[in-house]
């Protein structure tokens, strides 16, 4: 009577440990799933023709790839007024902003800031190769929060 009692108890006891056990490894294995199928996003501001500031962007995104994996977060640099120069052929930081366009970081330049440079001295500015164009930066940076886009302005 011992052995079949202690067969009745044992048998559901090792049934429910393999259930627990199989719940708590499909549910840390969701965990990690989940975590890699996060796609972050992030909107820079650069408005300052500030060369500190304008370094201290790029670093940000590039640290920003590192840390996540390309793969896991967008990033659109958004440039007007005074910043619109980073995204010129005069930029000090040219041949970095057309390196880092081909590495999946977006650049955007503001059409109206271009459009008063180009009042005042006849010609629109050249953008870098790689380097796109929206109406306007501040409205380019509100719709990419409106989209879940994160926020930083060095």
Known sequence: MNKQLSSRILLPFIALLLLLFTINFVSAA???ESKAEVKHKLVIQVSTDDKRTQKI???NAVNLQK???VDNIDIEIVSYGPGLGLMTAKSEFA???ESLSMQDITFSAC???MKKVKKKTGKLPKLLKGVGTVPAGVARIMELQE????YIRP
């Open 147 to 150: 989209q879940g886009y994160s």
């Open 30 to 32: 969701n965990k990690t």
């Open 95 to 97: 041949k970095r902003v």
């Open 57 to 59: 962007a790029l670093n």
């Open 111 to 113: 059409m109206n800031t």
């Open 67 to 69: 840390h996540y994996g």
